[in-house]
C-alpha cells in the first residue's frame, strides 16, 4: 500500500490521524508548507489537487517560481562500518564515492 499521491508533478505523504478521523498530508518539495485534509481517501484526493492547483496559481499570479531549488550538495552522517563498505564497493566499481553514492540514490528513488 501507498501512502503517497501525486498530480502534475507535485507529490505529498499521505497520513491518517485517528484521534480526529481525517487523512492529511503536505506538499513535498517545495519551499511553503501547503496541506491539506478530509475525511475520506476521494475527498482527500479531492483536497490534494486542489491545493497543489491553487499553489501553483498563487505563485504564477505573485510571479513565483514555485519549486524548492537544491544545491546538489548533500552531507550525512554514516557508522564507520556502512561508510568503509560503500568505499570499497566504490573503489572496486572503478568510480569515487560520491559517484557511487550518486547511482545508489538514483536507483532507490525511481
Known amino acids: 500500500m501507498s501512502n503517497v499521491m501525486t498530480w502534475k508533478g507535485y507529490s505529498a505523504r499521505i497520513e491518517y490521524d485517528d484521534e480526529d478521523g481525517i487523512f492529511f498530508g503536505q506538499i513535498a518539495g ?7 485534509h478530509a475525511d475520506s481517501v476521494a475527498e482527500l484526493r479531492t483536497a490534494f489537487h486542489e491545493a497543489v492547483d491553487d499553489y501553483i496559481e498563487t505563485c504564477a499570479r505573485i510571479g513565483k517560481e514555485p519549486d524548492r531549488s537544491y544545491s546538489g550538495k548533500v552531507m550525512f552522517r554514516l557508522s564507520p562500518d556502512i561508510h568503509r563498505k560503500a568505499a570499497i564497493a566504490a573503489e572496486l566499481r572503478g568510480i569515487s564515492l560520491n559517484q557511487w553514492a550518486e ?3 538514483q536507483a532507490a528513488t525511481e
Not at 517545495?30 to 491539506?36: A, L, S, T
Open 30 to 36: 517545495i519551499r511553503d508548507g501547503v496541506g491539506f
Open 103 to 105: 547511482e545508489v540514490l
